[in-house]
């Protein structure tokens, strides 16, 4: 069995380590008191992101009625991120003026669409969810919200003097088990229960195998006792065996089962085994009718055919062809005496050394001088029988 011992020292160097905690600076109107908490604590996950311009103003291009939380229609949505964002809405009035700090709501928002942000968060820093008319002045302004989002979010992995928390860091960057069986990641890195945990196959000592595809596997002086492999797929395996049979024989046994009539006068008729007692290694085509030899050996071959509707003082034929040429060949003259459409039955058996993608075919040919000869179908009396003895 290989040895895989598998390697794994990421070097992990973050290129970010302030060294002090970040400095907020937020402007706000002398109306809105600095002890109000924004209402959500937003997670990494939850930053808001700014306008691509300084200052950036809107209006409410509809009524954006209290509660409604779908979406806000906007004059137009230009210098915006299709990205979780915030406005404030009713802060001034057209002329600039500041308008009572009770009317003003902050809202977030999930994203752009057309000249519209929608999925709304309503409410947010203490203001209230309200009515606001068409034509309400829209600011893109910094707020006690994102101050917070931003210092949540550098505290989930930092201190609060900017180094990295290292039980956070070594948390989120190894990988699971599962994430090793999958393989797609090429940031996590790998720690000895991981690859404990992982389906991965390194050890030098017996293991089980479940639902593993070997491709040209190449084994060599090995004795496999009683194996199971389930679900496994094997692909050009290269086997050394001794002069024995491998410890699972090939063998077949196929018969036929319907009718097949009329054989056509002195002429080798490939017989339609259709159905199987046994196959084992799947060497044997109900369709083709033809055992394809799946490795180089010495087999044991026997058949038998009987025949219908026979003629007296006639010829009969049973054959092995392999590769379309006779290989075992019974002949058998009916009796005089033998009454016409009666049944006679030809077998033959021997041990033949055949090679890897060889064909074997079960034959019957009636030299009756008619074209009415009939197999006489069933488990008994027309059947080919394959068993690999040794290689």
């Known amino acids: 069995m290989a040895s895989i011992s598998p390697s794994f020292s990421p070097s992990l160097s973050p290129s970010y380590s302030p060294s002090k905690s970040p400095s907020l600076s937020p402007s706000l109107s002398p109306s809105i008191s600095p002890s109000i908490s924004p209402s959500v604590s937003p997670s990494p996950a939850n930053l808001i992101y700014p306008p691509t311009q300084n200052g950036l103003q809107k209006t409410l291009g509809a009524t954006l009625d209290a509660s409604y939380t779908t979406s806000a229609t906007l004059s137009n949505t230009t210098g915006l991120q299709n990205k979780k964002g915030l406005f404030v809405v009713d802060r001034i009035d057209s002329s600039g003026a500041e308008k009572d700090a009770s009317l003003r709501e902050y809202i977030s928002f999930a994203g752009v669409s057309g000249s519209t942000v929608t999925t709304l968060v309503r409410g947010l820093g203490g203001t209230t969810d309200q009515s606001h008319a068409t034509g309400a002045i829209v600011e893109f302004v910094m707020d006690v919200v994102q101050q917070q989002a931003v210092i949540d979010t550098l505290l989930v992995g930092h201190g609060t003097d900017g180094t990295h928390k290292a039980t956070t860091l070594a948390s989120e960057m190894k990988a699971t088990g599962a994430q090793i069986d999958t393989g797609t990641s090429d940031v996590l890195f790998a720690t000895p229960k991981a690859i404990a945990d992982s389906t991965l196959s390194y050890t030098t000592g017996t293991e089980t195998l479940t639902n593993k595809t070997l491709t040209s596997p190449t084994i060599n002086g090995a004795t496999i006792a009683t194996p199971t492999i389930t679900g496994a797929t094997i692909t050009n395996p290269t086997l050394t065996f001794t002069d024995n049979a491998p410890g699972v024989n090939v063998k077949v046994r196929a018969y036929l089962a319907g009718a097949q009539n009329d054989l056509t006068n002195t002429t080798p008729t490939l017989v339609n085994l259709e159905t199987e007692d046994y196959d084992v290694g799947s060497d044997f085509s109900v369709a083709t009718h033809l055992f394809t030899v799946p490795v180089t050996g010495y087999y044991q071959v026997d058949a038998q055919i009987h025949l219908s509707s026979v003629v007296a003082s006639k010829e009969y034929h049973i054959m092995i062809k392999n590769n379309g040429g006779v290989v075992l060949t019974q002949k058998w003259i009916n009796s005089p005496s033998v009454m016409v459409n009666s049944i006679l039955g030809i077998g033959l ?28 179908p069933g488990q008994r009396y027309v059947y080919m029988a394959i068993h690999l003895l040794s290689v």
């Open 349 to 376: 058996s021997d041990i033949i050394y055949i090679t890897a993608g060889d064909t074997l075919g079960l034959y019957a040919q009636s030299d009756s001088g008619n074209n009415t000869v009939d197999l006489y």
